[in-house]
């Protein structure tokens, strides 16, 4: 029987996806926004089993997020491999838009010999658009793809597609900027160039990137147009089926193996709720809004993975139709001629074959773990160490969780429907304005954070604080006092909408504290402003006095559950 490969292939917060191919060495990246370091990327053999190998933009440097808006930041980055060395475009954006028509972009590329670095200094482009990729034509030239933001009243904020040459030598954009492609009535961005058999092919993401995502293409002869439009309104979409497994798929990039088969990664997501109500057939129709109410995708957007040919001089999913598929094939061969799929099987309960972060971190090492990011700022000794204590993690307090600067934050991605998370906290706050603990966080303006504080008249206490669309809150009614706990456990246990909290002084003997809470807040679809990561859990630790207070951390655990 074939081997397989399941969908999403990188479950959880990896949005927007961008692959590339070195001999049979499989890559890809993803957005990170306000998360640094910046641009995860994982490794296959097979694409089937993925590893997560690290971060491309790791010094201020290259990507500085202070002051950067929830959800700007590094969005749609596109790598790309070609005369012996990795390219990579990124933007780094101030503002998502919402309330305002500026967006403030940096388009930026940065290159490298090898994946894991060390990476050049950023070569500045231009700030016309997002979601901007580069083109390596067979002749040698390069192309800056990218879309059109106009800011102006009464225009349509997405304006067209354009490409520019780019000139490696002079590290410059050259010649004129020429607009290719310009589509009225749907949202197009995130546009792609590749070339198949004497034709320029034009892939684009289409609709938002909500419910109402696909991909569509257009070819020319020519790389400057013009370009006539596919007969199939959508390569790849899930608008029209509010049943499907995978919702909102769009945003798309194509891969050739080695044995001249075509594949294409995309964005999905899968909401908590599923709906067997309306579907209809036609891909250039969006279902009602109320189809998807109630619907939240805590996971955020994740990377899934097609099988594709080319049909009648157009790309087309394997098999019929424009639905994201949960399974598709593994590619005929893999390394060294080995059936692929069967390098290794996949480990624990994680989706498709990407192998388990580890279980638990016991923070042994000099440097944190690949898995965590932190928010906004690098990893620096002057708020966080991993020798001052030796076996422990050590924050030092930081900005109030409503920051945007330099907030005392470590989080890792959340992958599963159903998990529990632990830590153990050693902290001795003073003031009230002293806080540290465990945090389920999307944004500054949604979390949820069980921490211990002082209060002036109980002394040390272990509470719930949280956030809700940017109304920030107090559990004070299920606070409790915990002036004899030298060590304070904590743990958070999801089970689809459902968070709960608990604590105890031993790891043995444990107290629910405040209710249950509703995790799937933790997402896209929630709140009254443009959302586009994903849950994170982690630790953090805040000193509003300014004297960085430290809280010592044991150990982060992080077990999947059986649904």
Known sequence: MPATIQNPILPGFFPDPSIC??????????????????????????????????????????LDLSGIADSAGVWAPSLSYADGQFWLIYTNIRYTGMGRPFKDIGIYLTTAKDIAGPRSDPVV?????????????DDGRKWLVNMRWDFRKGRHRFAGIVVQEYDPKSQKLVGP????????????????????????????????????????????????????????????????????????????????????????????SRPLKTNAGENIASPDKTISAEAHAGHRCVLGR?????????????????????????????????????P??????????????????????????????????????????????????????RLRGGDSPFSLFKQSLIARRVQHFKFSAKTCLEFSPNHYTQMAGLICYYDTR??????????????????????DDGAYDELTESQIIINDWKQIFLRSAVDGEKLQFSASPDGKVWRDIGPVLDF????????????????????????????????????????????
């Open 177 to 268: 900027m020429t607009q290719i492609l310009e589509k009225t009535g749907i949202l197009t961005e995130g546009p792609n160039l590749y070339k198949h058999d004497g034709w320029y092919y034009l892939m684009l993401a289409e609709g938002g990137t909500g419910w109402n995502h696909g991909i569509s293409a257009a070819r020319s002869k020519n790389i400057l147009g013009p370009y006539e439009l596919d007969p199939q309104p959508s390569v790849i979409t899930s608008r029209d089926d509010a049943t499907l497994y995978l919702q909102k798929a769009g945003h798309c990039e194509l891969v050739e193996t080695p044995s001249g088969e075509w594949y294409l990664v995309h964005l999905a």
């Open 21 to 62: 191919r070195v001999g049979e060495d499989y890559y890809i990246a993803n957005s990170s926004f306000e998360w640094f370091p910046g641009v995860p990327i994982h490794h296959s053999k097979d694409l089937k089993n993925w590893r997560f190998v690290g971060h491309t933009l790791t010094r201020k440097s290259q």
């Open 520 to 563: 799937s807040k933790l997402s896209d679809d929630y709140g009254s402003t443009l959302r586009f990561t994903g849950a994170m859990i982690g630790l953090c630790a805040q000193d509003l006095n300014g004297t960085h207070v430290a809280a010592d951390f044991d150990y982060f655990s992080y077990l999947p559950q059986n649904s």
């Open 340 to 393: 692929a799929g069967e390098f290794r099987e996949s480990e624990g309960n994680t989706p498709a074959g990407m192998p388990a972060l580890p279980g638990c971190d016991h923070f042994n090492s000099p440097n944190l773990d690949v898995q965590w990011s932190s928010l906004r700022r690098p990893v620096e000794e002057s708020w966080i160490s991993l020798t001052e204590r030796s076996g422990w993690l």
């Open 125 to 137: 482009l231009n700030s016309i658009g997002f979601d901007p990729s580069l083109f390596h034509d």
């Open 446 to 467: 949604q979390h949820f954070y069980l921490r211990v504080t002082h209060d002036e008249k109980l002394g040390k206490i272990l509470g719930v604080i949280l956030t």
């Open 302 to 338: 994740e990377t899934c993975l097609q099988r594709v040919e080319w049909r009648d001089g157009w790309l087309r999913l394997a098999g019929e139709g424009h639905h994201p598929m949960v399974s598709c094939s593994t590619p005929t061969l893999g390394s060294a001629g080995i």
